[in-house]
Every structure is written in structure tokens, then in C-alpha cells.
């Protein structure tokens, strides 16, 4: 069994700064994928950041509105995704959800428990 785990919401002001984390645990053969997405309130769940498997450090995607702001990093050693998040805007108020590709005795994704994060004005 699979488990992610969440860590790093909390409440800040705008501009500020939070890093989430995110870390695999269980009978991982791979990790394929890892990022993070979001859901706000009455808003469908959406691609914040990911990270990709492949080539020397893999490759990361971002979601238009946080490019330049927020930066995704992989620990492979670790498992572990962080999400470094700067500038932050009321507009990026949401639960914030791991999720990872993941093979153990098949490829399947995962999801974590969600952490929120509150961006005041």
C-alpha cells in the first residue's frame, strides 16, 4: 500500500511565503510522477505544478497563473515533492492536493489528504 503524506498550510499574508511538502511511503518500485494540485471553494480541482520522470532530473510543468512564483523539487532518495511557494496572492487560497504516479505491484495514482492554505489581503 501507497501512502502520501502532506505537510506546510497554513495561514499567511499576501506576498508571503509557504513551502509544502509531500512525501511517498510504502512498497514503491517507482515513482513516475509527482506534483500538486488545487481546489478553491466552488472551483473544479486544478494543475498547480508537476514533476515528470525522465532524462537526467526530469521535467516540471506549471500552471500559467503561478509561473514565476512557485517552483516544484523532487528528493528522489526520499521520495518527497516539495512545492516552494513565493508571492503568494488571496487568489491562491485552496486545499492544496499531492498526487503521484506511482508503481508498486502496478502504476497507479495517488492522491493525498489535501493541506489548506489561506493567503490573507
Known amino acids: 500500500q501507497v501512502q502520501l503524506a502532506e505537510s506546510g498550510g497554513g495561514l499567511v499574508q499576501s506576498g508571503g511565503s509557504l513551502k509544502l511538502s509531500c512525501a511517498a511511503s510504502g512498497n514503491i518500485v517507482s515513482v513516475y510522477a509527482m506534483g500538486w494540485y488545487r481546489q478553491a471553494p466552488g472551483k473544479e480541482r486544478e494543475l498547480v505544478a508537476t514533476w515528470l520522470k525522465g532524462g537526467a532530473d526530469g521535467s516540471t510543468t506549471y500552471a500559467d497563473s503561478v509561473k514565476g512564483r512557485f517552483s516544484i523539487s523532487r528528493h528522489n532518495a526520499r521520495n518527497t515533492v516539495d512545492l516552494q511557494m513565493n508571492d503568494l496572492r488571496p487568489e491562491d487560497t485552496a486545499v492544496y492536493y499531492c498526487?503521484?504516479?506511482?508503481?508498486?505491484?502496478?502504476?497507479?495514482?495517488?492522491w493525498g489528504q489535501g493541506t489548506q492554505v489561506t493567503v490573507s489581503s
Open positions: 498526487n503521484a504516479q506511482i508503481m508498486a505491484r502496478r502504476l497507479e495514482g495517488y
